[in-house]
């Protein structure tokens, strides 16, 4: 099997599953429940992240140095409010703070 069905599926599958809100929801009002989930989990799934990469955390310098990189993305978020920018802040940061010999 050819690697790029998989992928083709899986574009397919992403979608379908952002188109059908808008074909559900055509026409009518949305519900207070699907407007308060879009706008909630989308910080409460970053948060789980951020735990979740954080959770074998010990005293030494790399968890400083992504603790530093966190730091910077939600410094960077709360200043422009950019997601995109915010990301890309905080791997830079991480990509340049471990080239620095200590």
């Known amino acids: 099997m050819t690697p790029l069905l998989p992928i083709l599926v899986c574009a397919g599958v992403t979608a379908l599953l952002r188109l059908l809100p808008f074909l559900f929801f055509r026409g009518r009002p949305i519900p207070r429940l699907v407007s308060d989930l879009g706008r ?3 910080p409460a799934i970053i948060a ?3 735990i ?3 959770k074998g955390a010990s005293a030494n310098r790399d968890t400083l140095l992504q603790f530093l990189a966190v730091l910077a993305t939600a410094l960077m ?3 422009r409010r950019n997601s995109l920018l915010s990301v890309f802040t905080g791997t830079a940061v991480y990509m340049l703070l471990i080239r620095i010999p200590l």
Do not use: D
């Open 77 to 79: 978020h709360l200043w």
């Open 40 to 42: 909630l989990l989308p």
């Open 48 to 50: 789980i992240l951020v």
């Open 52 to 54: 979740y990469c954080l």
